[in-house]
């Protein structure tokens, strides 16, 4: 079954097969997605999800908290949609793993 994903601030509905994550059921499309490995480790494809139902992978700890998952902030390519969904692609921001890198290495 496919479902109509709606990415804000692009102009018409998408369709994402059931058994695909967003990132490769999306990528089809030119220029909707961020390029990125797709299994979790880059960061690239954080989004906040504002509607809609979808079933989620374990996510990777250091792009997105335990706090960001119960706020619907996920990686888009651990999330397969379970009805019509309306997403935001989040810009990646620098981890809290990565900020400690930073200070250490100041
Ligand atoms: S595409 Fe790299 S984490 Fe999703």
Do not use: Q, W
């Not at 504002?50 to 999330?79: F, P």
């Amino acid at each position: 079954m496919k479902y109509n994903i709606l990415v804000k601030d692009k102009a018409r509905n998408h369709t994402c097969n059931e058994n695909k994550n967003l990132m490769d059921g999306l990528s089809i499309y030119e220029n909707l997605v961020p390029k990125g490995c797709h299994n979790g480790a880059c960061g690239v494809c954080k989004i906040h999800i504002s509607n809609g139902d979808y079933s989620k992978l374990k996510m990777n700890r250091k792009h997105i908290s335990e706090e960001d998952e119960n706020n619907n902030i996920v990686l888009a390519c651990k999330v397969l949609p379970k009805t019509d969904m309306k997403i935001e692609f989040l810009p990646k921001t620098i981890s809290n793993i990565d900020k400690n890198v930073y200070i250490l290495g100041n």
